[in-house]
C-alpha cells in the first residue's frame, strides 16, 4: 500500500493568491482528516470526513479555509485567499471504521510570503 | 486551549538510558490514548497506544503507563538508542477526534 498521499510536498505563495492542498487517503479508508502543525499551536486538527461527509469542522480556522471530499479516494483543502500566518506544515490522514489508527501522510509546507 | 498537556518539552538521554514522556488530561471522555513518534521532514508515525482499562502496555522497548484516577500517561522508552531521536507526541480520542500533546523532542547520544 503507498500510504496516504499528498501533494504538493512544498508551496509558496503570496499572500492573497489561492493555495490548494490535495490528499489521497490509504484505499478502504472511511475517515479522513485534515490537521495543520506549527511550532506555535503543535498539531490541530482541522476537519474530518466520514465516508466523504463532513462531520466536524469547528477546527477551520476561518472562512477563507474550505475542505472538500467528492469521492473516497480525493480531498482537498482550500485557503482563499492566503495569509502569511496560514504558514504551516499540513497533514491529511486516514482511518477505517474499525481499525484506531490514524495513519498521516507525509504533509505539505507551506509558506506565505 | 491544550486538552493534553505534555512534559518535558525537550530530554537528552545518552545510549542505553531510559526517556520518560509525561501527559496528562481532563476530558473524562477520551477512550484511546496512542503515541505518534515523528521525524523531521515526515508525518506523525503511531508508535503505541492504549486504552484506559489498562495500566500499563508493552510493545518492544517502548511502554506506556496510564493512571485513570490521576488522569496521567507517560511513555517509557528503555534502552534509548540513537535511531529513537525524534519528536514524540501523546494524544487522546474523542469520538475519532484527536487531541495532541505539544510534543517532547528526545535526543539520545551516543
Known amino acids: 500500500d503507498a500510504g496516504v498521499i499528498q501533494s504538493p510536498r512544498h508551496e509558496v505563495t503570496e499572500m492573497g493568491q489561492e493555495v490548494t492542498l490535495r490528499c489521497k487517503p490509504i484505499?478502504?479508508?472511511?475517515?479522513l482528516f485534515w490537521y495543520r502543525q506549527t511550532m506555535m499551536r503543535g498539531l490541530e486538527l482541522l476537519i474530518y470526513?466520514?465516508?466523504?461527509?463532513?462531520?466536524?469542522d469547528s477546527g477551520m480556522p476561518e472562512d477563507r479555509f474550505s475542505a472538500k471530499m467528492p469521492n473516497a479516494s480525493f480531498s482537498t483543502l482550500k485557503i482563499q485567499p492566503s495569509e502569511p500566518r496560514d504558514s504551516a506544515v499540513y497533514f491529511c490522514?486516514?482511518?477505517?471504521?474499525?481499525?484506531?489508527?490514524?495513519?498521516f501522510g507525509p504533509g505539505t509546507r507551506l509558506l506565505v510570503l | 486551549q491544550q486538552q493534553v498537556k505534555q512534559s518535558p518539552q525537550s530530554l537528552i538521554v545518552q545510549k542505553g538510558g531510559i526517556s520518560i514522556i509525561n501527559c496528562a488530561y481532563e476530558?473524562?471522555?477520551?477512550?484511546?490514548f496512542p503515541w505518534y513518534q515523528q521525524f523531521p521532514g515526515k508525518g506523525p508515525a503511531l508508535l503505541i497506544a492504549?486504552?484506559?482499562?489498562?495500566s500499563e502496555k508493552k510493545e518492544g522497548r517502548f511502554t506506556i503507563s496510564f493512571n485513570k484516577s490521576a488522569k496521567q500517561f507517560s511513555l517509557h522508552i528503555m534502552d534509548s538508542q540513537p535511531g529513537d531521536s525524534a519528536t514524540y507526541f501523546c494524544?487522546?480520542?474523542?469520538?475519532?477526534?484527536?487531541?495532541f500533546g505539544a510534543g517532547t523532542t528526545v535526543t539520545v547520544r551516543a
Open positions: 490522514a486516514s482511518s477505517s471504521l474499525t481499525r484506531e489508527t490514524q495513519y
Open positions: 484505499s478502504g479508508h472511511d475517515y
Open positions: 470526513f466520514n465516508n466523504n461527509v463532513p462531520i466536524d
Open positions: 476530558n473524562t471522555a477520551f477512550d484511546y
Open positions: 492504549i486504552r484506559p482499562d489498562v
Open positions: 494524544a487522546a480520542r474523542d469520538d475519532y477526534k484527536l487531541s
